[in-house]
Each structure stands twice: as structure tokens, then as C-alpha cells.
């Protein structure tokens, strides 16, 4: 599921080509930490175009589901910065600590720490002299890139990659659906719902007994219950920022009518963009086994940024 998708690779191609250098300039890695409120330590690292100074433009990165490093998705050449951005990464909390990640990782916990650590670095590194504040949220993150760009007052445009506006639930009766269409076992049929009225009991099963000791589908029943009925488009109604969804016709993580209802809905409103890319799967990556995803930010992302 979206949930469960390798992130690093999209980070490290993300950063090649937006920040690929055509000159020598220097950057810098720093690592910074702030404390929640629980006395909870959240670490975060900030990628600077120059050891000397400050960017006034800044891009975060919202990763997906997995549990690795935020170290891992780095990338190579973040050193150009050839459109001024600094770069934010943040450490999932715990996520050296399997049993304690497992304890605490849900929607809430994930928005709240991100909050956090933004408005940190906004405020007290930044002293809230950014002329740009860039959100890039990929699956997971992008489910919930829209309520921290809406709470947040200094994010300035967001985009959104595989992901899209059905609730979770709903994304996987879309994909169970598409499962018994195509006469195909695949993830669910392999996790043993074989019809929407074995997903309509899982569910049922998830949000009686919403624990991190049981697991589906690599998360936790904790996890999924936060997810299953939320919504992001009560967020994205409220935005007037520039926002662009991405994704691929063909991913099987997370249905393209997700976004697809989302265009419809939002028709109207000229600070949206969305793009449903025929043949491309939740990676971007063609049936060939080819990976268009630098395409992709060469074609859409770069332009879109520029206007």
C-alpha cells in the first residue's frame, strides 16, 4: 500500500534534479533537535546551500511510511541549489526503537511532530524571514501535507506526490474493487480480503479495537484507525496557496481517483494543478520497468515552480 512504499529513492532523484549544480557552490548538513512537550526529543537536519548564510527560501520534505532514517533519503548533490532553496528533513520519532515507534506512530502524533519542528525552524532559525516555504510530500506525507500547509501560516505552495483526497478507507475499496475487476490477487488478496465485505469487516475489526499490538498490512491497528476515515480535502478547501498533485495512472498503492475526484471538486480554483500520469505506477516508474520520475520534475514540477 502507499503506506508501505520505499521513499528514499524519490527523495535522492527528487534532489538530483532540483538541486543538481552547475556551479561550485557549497552546502552544508546541520543537525538540530527540539523537545515536545512529553519531554520527547525530535531531531531534525537542515541542508544549507551555504555554510555562511541563510536561504529565504525554504523546502521540507514530508516522507512516507517507512520507518528508516530520514539520513537515507539525503540524496546525492544537494550542494547546487539552483533555485535558492535550503532543505528540511525530520526524523520520524523513534524510529530506531521498533517497539516504541509502533507504540506511538499514528496521524496525530506524525502531524503534530512535523508542526512542531517547522515552526521551529521558521521561527527560531529563520526568525521568520523566509520568503518561501516549499512543502514536497510523498504518499504517506502527502495525506497529511495538507492540514500542516493549512495550519502552518508561513508555507507559501505544497506538492503532492502519490497521494490524493479519498479517505483511506475509501482508497481501499477502490483498490479492492480494482483487484476483483481485474481478477488478480494482489496486495489485499494476499493479506486475505478477498471482497469489499471482508475489507468492511477488517475495518470493523481496526476501529473496535484500535491497538498497536495487532498488525495488517505493516502497520498497526492504532495506525490504520487514525487514518481510515480522515480526510485531507476539508484542509485543501481552506488553502489559497499554489498546490500540484502527482500521480501515476497505474499505481496500485493509491487509486488515481483519489486525485481525479480531487480535479473535479477543485475545477474551479486557479491555485490547483493536478496531473494523473497514464502509464506510470506509485513510483513513477513505466511497465517496462523504466523510472520516469526525473521526467516528471523536468516536465511538470520545474515548470510549475518557475510560474
Not at 233 to 257: A, C, H, M, R, T
Not at 283 to 307: A, H, M, Q, Y
Request: one cysteine or more; aromatic letters at 10%.
Amino acid at each position: 500500500m502507499k503506506r508501505l512504499v520505499l521513499f528514499g529513492l524519490l527523495i535522492s532523484i527528487v534532489l538530483m534534479v532540483i538541486f543538481c549544480s552547475t556551479g561550485n557552490v557549497s552546502s552544508t548538513m546541520e543537525k538540530g533537535d527540539i523537545s515536545n512537550s512529553r519531554g520527547e526529543h525530535l531531531e531534525y537536519y537542515l541542508g544549507k546551500k551555504s555554510d555562511k548564510e541563510l536561504s529565504n527560501k525554504l523546502l521540507v520534505m514530508i516522507q512516507g511510511s517507512g520507518r528508516e532514517s530520514i539520513r537515507e533519503s539525503f540524496g546525492m548533490g544537494a550542494e547546487g541549489a539552483t533555485l535558492g532553496y535550503d532543505v528540511l528533513y525530520m526524523e520520524k520519532y523513534a524510529f530506531d526503537n521498533e517497539e516504541m515507534y509502533n507504540k506511538t506512530n499514528c496521524r496525530e502524533r506524525r502531524i503534530g511532530d512535523i508542526e512542531l519542528v517547522i515552526n521551529h525552524v521558521i521561527n527560531n532559525v529563520y526568525d521568520n524571514n523566509l520568503k518561501e516555504v516549499l512543502i514536497l510530500a510523498n504518499s504517506e506525507g502527502g495525506s497529511i501535507a495538507p492540514e500542516i500547509a493549512y495550519d502552518i501560516e508561513g508555507v507559501t505552495h505544497m506538492i503532492i506526490m502519490g497521494a490524493g483526497g479519498y479517505s483511506q478507507a475509501k482508497e481501499f475499496e477502490t483498490l479492492v474493487n480494482k483487484e476483483i475487476n481485474d481478477d488478480q490477487e494482489r496486495t489485499f488478496g494476499k493479506a486475505g480480503i478477498k471482497d469489499l465485505q471482508e475489507l468492511n469487516a477488517k475495518f470493523r475489526e481496526i476501529t473496535s479495537n484500535p491497538t498497536y499490538d495487532k498488525f495488517w498490512l505493516g502497520h498497526t491497528y492504532k495506525y490504520w484507525n487514525t487514518f481510515l476515515n480522515y480526510k485531507p480535502d476539508i484542509y485543501l478547501d481552506k488553502l489559497d496557496i499554489p498546490v500540484l498533485y502527482i500521480i501515476g495512472k497505474e499505481d496500485n498503492s493509491v487509486p488515481y481517483q483519489s486525485v481525479e475526484s480531487l480535479a473535479n471538486k477543485f475545477s474551479d480554483r486557479n491555485n490547483f494543478a493536478f496531473k494523473i500520469i497514464s502509464g506510470l505506477d506509485h513510483s513513477f516508474t513505466d511497465k517496462s520497468g523504466k523510472n520516469k520520475l526525473k521526467e516528471v520534475i523536468e516536465r511538470i514540477i520545474l515548470p510549475w515552480l518557475k510560474k
